[in-house]
């Protein structure tokens, strides 16, 4: 159990790192491309689904992480 627990956690940090990797620090994905920063905008589409994907992650490492804790 405690060796599926190791890996199912270094699976879940290198996606976790992949994620935050991906995402644009400030104006999002429209950064890239030459948008304006100083508007407000909310996000859509592919940064929305990441933002949320990130989110997911983060509790999922932090679950397993105090499954660990509690096991050892």
Do not use: P, W
Not at 3 to 17: D, F, K, M, P
Not at 32 to 53: C, H, M, P
């Amino acid at each position: 159990m405690q060796t599926y627990l190791i890996i199912a956690q270094i699976v879940l940090a290198v996606a976790l790192t992949l994620s935050v990797l991906m995402q644009v620090k400030g104006g999002g994905l429209g950064g890239i491309f030459g948008q304006a920063d100083s508007v407000y905008r909310t996000k859509r589409g592919i940064e929305k689904t990441l933002f949320i994907l990130t989110i997911v992650l983060v509790v999922l490492f932090l679950l397993v992480s105090l499954l660990m804790l509690k096991l050892s």
